[in-house]
């Protein structure tokens, strides 16, 4: 069984793009991404603090601009509307979750598509089904670069997700049945009104949990060899000094024993994310400029 280190992908990810970042330096450009935290969840905050961490380390822009929960609709679509016209900032990212008073919807779409590194506007998601995307949604992107920089080819194999949400289940499916390299797979998508989910997760070589279910995939519901990649981030309640710890989707434990590949929690997609988030926000700055 073979651990797939994401941590030291996302490094790789990162090195990758750095002669890319210097090339833009050489131009006058840095790459710049705009933050918009609203209210005080402690998660989102800590997400949002590491995405500026990365760009500091990538000698890129960053700014975070933090709003009261109480922000009304129309104040949020105004900020981010000043952002399309902010000629430092090339990428645009809305914390997610906003309050229940705000339309998601709605503020997506007011994000310019060139600057929509989250790739959730409806444009950046039409590119993606067509095979042409340029911004790719960067937790499915990281879950292909993480197959990709394990050497594993999805090619003719049976890839089963379990989640169909717009931003991890439906779009990593459609990556990966794309006719493009590190994809071409034959893939299924479960979800919770799916029957008999153990017979079709069985089916799986690859098996991709994104359900938000601590350790609900067991050693019985995969088939030997299979390759797992565990999106889920859950917290559950521990004797630590924090009072909690950080489980996938997966139980690792038993699974790990009859896995080939294998991702952890923590240290498995969720490094990958950022790194998926720099590249697309040197991308988009390669694109506003011309130069991609
Ligand atoms: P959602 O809650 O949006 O989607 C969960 C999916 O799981 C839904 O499609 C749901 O089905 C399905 N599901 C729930 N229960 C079952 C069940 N009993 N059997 C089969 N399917 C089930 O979650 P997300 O996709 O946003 O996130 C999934 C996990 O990944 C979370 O733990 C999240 O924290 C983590 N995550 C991690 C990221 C990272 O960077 N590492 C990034 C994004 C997410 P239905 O549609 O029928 O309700």
């Not at 998601?125 to 949604?137: C, D, S, T």
């Not at 952890?264 to 998926?276: D, Y």
């Amino acid at each position: 069984m073979q651990i797939i280190d994401g941590k030291d992908i996302a490094k790789q990810v990162r090195k990758d793009l750095k002669p890319r970042i210097k090339a833009l330096a050489e131009k006058g450009i840095v790459p710049g991404l705009a933050t918009v935290l609203v209210g005080d969840d402690p998660a989102s905050a800590t997400y949002v603090g590491s995405k500026a961490k990365a760009c500091q380390r990538l000698k890129m822009y960053s700014e975070v601009i933090r709003k009261d929960a109480s922000i009304s609709q129309a104040e949020l679509v105004d900020i981010v509307e000043s952002l399309n016209q902010n000629d430092k900032i090339h990428g645009i990212l809305v914390q997610s979750p906003v309050p229940s008073h705000i339309d998601e919807l709605t503020v997506t779409l007011t994000i310019d598509p060139e600057k929509d590194v989250d790739g959730f506007h409806p444009y950046n998601v039409g590119m993606m089904l067509l095979g042409r995307g340029a911004l790719l949604p960067c937790t499915p992107h990281g879950i292909i670069k993480l197959l990709e920089y394990s050497n594993i080819d999805p090619t003719g194999k049976e890839v089963v997700v379990v989640g169909r949400s717009n931003i991890v289940g439906k779009p990593v499916a459609s990556l990966l049945v794309q006719k493009a390299k590190v994809a071409n797979a034959t893939v299924t998508i479960a979800h919770s009104r799916s029957q008999n989910l153990t017979e079709v997760t069985k089916r799986a070589d690859i098996l991709i949990a994104a359900i938000g279910k601590p350790e609900f995939v067991t050693a019985d519901m995969v088939k030997d060899d299979v390759i797992v990649i565990d999106v889920g981030v859950n917290r559950v309640d521990d004797d630590s000094e924090k009072g909690y710890k950080l489980v996938g989707d997966v139980a690792f434990e038993t699974v790990s024993k009859k896995a080939s590949f294998i991702t952890p929690v923590p240290g498995g997609v969720g490094p990958m994310t950022i790194a998926m988030l720099m590249v697309n926000t040197v991308t988009a700055a390669e694109k506003i400029h011309g130069l991609a």
